[in-house]
């Protein structure tokens, strides 16, 4: 079946340092892949999404662009800040295997110091 | 400023009692969904309805777990009886799913289920 690999958290950083968090997926066909993101005691709101081969999604600074190469949907942010300070989720949708559901990654924590 | 409700926020109970949470999508969405996040597990999808008929709860144990929508503007998930492993925050997400579209889940806040 589906689904999604995130790097192992958590994350910590200091301000305005540059954010990588890795994201790989399994599915078959054509998903749509989503980065969501959780602040402390809410619950998940979108960040951004791509639905085919080379899109980028980009929102409030972060990116990341869609591979199928690589089957990768990697999160980037080139400078961070203390409100960054949340948990992020990878996702994939596969209409053609699964419908409307979604398949999440771990969630990664990602801390970010003054 | 449309936002998916739920209540309650907190509940504590114990063991073998019964368990109620509910949910109000947005309105004008026609599919909800129930998701529970436990630190083991991460997020599952329990659950999820499309103009108010079950279509997926191949993720909710079926003995002691149901979901029903009364009607379009509330989403129920039981529990009966409650055990300590059900311990989780329970999310529900609404959404307009329309064919070949790929629209966004919106979440709601969630209740952190404490089951002693």
């Known amino acids: 079946g589906d689904s999604v690999t995130q790097m192992e958290g958590p994350v910590t950083l200091s301000e305005e340092a540059f954010l990588t968090i890795n994201c790989t997926y399994t599915?078959?066909?054509?998903?749509?892949l989503f980065w969501y993101v959780q602040y402390p005691g809410e619950g998940l709101q979108l960040l951004l999404k791509a639905t085919k081969a080379d899109d980028k999604g980009s929102n409030k600074g972060f990116e990341a662009t869609y591979r199928k190469e690589t089957t990768s949907f990697h999160l980037e942010k080139g400078s961070v800040q203390v409100s960054d300070s949340a948990v992020y989720f990878c996702?994939?949708?596969?209409?053609?295997?699964?419908?409307?559901?979604?398949?999440f990654g771990e969630g990664t924590q990602l801390t970010v110091n003054p | 400023d449309a936002r998916v409700t739920q209540t309650p926020r907190d509940k504590v109970t114990e063991m073998g009692q019964e368990v109620t949470m509910r949910c109000q999508p947005i309105l004008g969405h026609n599919t909800v969904f129930w998701y529970r996040q436990t630190m083991m597990q991460g997020l599952e999808l329990l659950a999820y309805?499309?103009?108010?008929?079950?279509?997926?709860d191949s993720g909710m144990p079926k003995d002691r777990f149901s979901a029903e929508m009364p009607d379009a503007t509330l989403a129920t998930l039981k529990i009966q009886p409650s055990e300590p492993r059900d311990s989780a925050v329970y999310f529900c997400a609404s959404g307009l799913v329309l064919r070949d579209r790929n629209n966004e889940q919106f979440f709601g806040p969630g209740t952190r289920l404490t089951v002693l």
């Open positions: 309805f499309r103009n108010r008929a079950p279509l997926d």
């Open positions: 996702a994939l949708k596969n209409q053609e295997t699964s419908g409307s559901r979604l398949t």
């Open positions: 599915a078959t066909g054509y998903p749509s």
